[in-house]
């Protein structure tokens, strides 16, 4: 199981926190900590739980991770329980990663270790037992990050057409675009969201985000397509915000 599939993998607590409960519609308009927990069913079955928290670090330093806990036959993936971990720089330019890393819960392994040097412009590490040593370019994402950076450029006002993603093979280019405008039913009440989808060239997947302005643009529901047939769906089931 790759690990952007991983980084979806969501949870299950039917409790809503809310800490600065925002008027319904009403859009947020910078960069805040949060936590926020989802539940995933992937091709057809319930997969597991996952929650995903973004705290500062610094005048400029954020850090956002997502910790995984599969169920019923997707335990079988050792990967799936992993904690993703992304330390990354936000600052007018954009966001920038500077480590990522995805261990076991225990703390008993690292599946990757991968450091970016943006003086250099050089990413280096290992990833799935494969060493990392590429040239980067200006506003590369890693599997985490790229969440973030979408938040902050709609926070923004921008509205980004395409984000590149590191991956072991090389960088990847993903086209963004606004689909649409719904308002859902979760479990933290009705809740309107702009919809973006990525895609990149050649691939018959893409991906749909349900960003809630109210919340900072933090997706409350995703969905991947494989041509018509849905592989996974994750939904919003809390979410508090600092």
Same mark, same amino acid.
């Given at each position: 199981?790759?690990?952007?599939?991983?980084?979806?993998?969501? =949870?299950?607590?039917?409790? #809503?926190?809310?800490?600065?409960?925002?008027?319904?519609?009403?859009?947020?308009? +910078? %960069?805040?900590?949060?936590?926020?927990?989802?539940? %995933?069913?992937?091709?057809?079955?319930?997969?597991?739980?996952?929650?995903?928290?973004?705290?500062?670090?610094?005048? /400029?330093?954020?850090?956002?991770?997502?910790?995984?806990?599969?169920?019923? %036959?997707?335990?079988?993936?050792?990967?799936? =329980? $992993?904690? %993703?971990?992304?330390?990354?720089?936000?600052?007018?330019?954009?966001?920038?990663? $500077?480590?990522?890393?995805?261990?076991?819960? /225990?703390?008993?392994?690292?599946?990757?270790?991968?450091?970016? /040097?943006?003086?250099?412009?050089?990413?280096?590490? #290992?990833?799935?037992?494969?060493?990392?040593?590429?040239?980067?370019?200006?506003?590369?994402?890693? @599997? $985490?990050?790229?969440?973030?950076?979408?938040?902050?450029?709609?926070?923004?006002?921008?509205?980004?057409?395409?984000?590149? $993603?590191? /991956?072991?093979?090389?960088?990847? @280019?993903?086209?963004?675009?606004?689909?649409?405008?719904?308002?859902?039913?979760?479990?933290?009440?009705?809740?309107?969201?702009?919809?973006?989808?990525?895609?990149?060239?050649? =691939?018959?997947?893409?991906?749909?985000?349900?960003?809630?302005?109210?919340?900072?643009?933090?997706?409350?529901?995703? +969905?991947?397509?494989?041509?018509?047939? #849905?592989?996974?769906?994750?939904?919003?089931? =809390?979410?508090?915000?600092?």
């Amino acid at each position: 199981m790759k690990l952007r599939i991983i980084a979806w993998l969501a =949870s299950a607590t039917a409790t #809503v926190v809310a800490a600065q409960t925002p008027t319904p519609g009403a859009a947020a308009t +910078e %960069l805040r900590p949060y936590q926020a927990s989802y539940e %995933l069913v992937a091709r057809g079955m319930s997969a597991g739980t996952s929650s995903f928290a973004l705290r500062k670090d610094g005048a /400029d330093s954020w850090i956002f991770e997502s910790r995984n806990q599969p169920r019923g %036959l997707f335990r079988l993936f050792a990967a799936a =329980s $992993l904690t %993703l971990t992304s330390h990354m720089r936000v600052g007018p330019d954009g966001v920038q990663p $500077l480590l990522f890393t995805a261990a076991q819960p /225990d703390g008993s392994g690292q599946e990757a270790q991968v450091h970016f /040097d943006w003086e250099k412009n050089r990413a280096t590490g #290992v990833q799935e037992d494969m060493q990392i040593d590429m040239p980067l370019k200006a506003g590369v994402q890693d @599997d $985490l990050s790229v969440q973030i950076a979408l938040m902050h450029a709609l926070l923004s006002g921008q509205v980004p057409s395409g984000i590149a $993603l590191f /991956d072991k093979q090389g960088i990847r @280019d993903y086209g963004y675009a606004l689909v649409g405008e719904e308002t859902l039913h979760t479990a933290v009440g009705e809740v309107a969201t702009v919809i973006y989808e990525s895609h990149k060239a050649n =691939s018959p997947r893409r991906t749909r985000f349900w960003c809630a302005p109210q919340y900072g643009y933090v997706p409350v529901r995703a +969905e991947q397509k494989r041509e018509a047939q #849905v592989q996974w769906t994750m939904e919003l089931r =809390s979410i508090h915000r600092d």
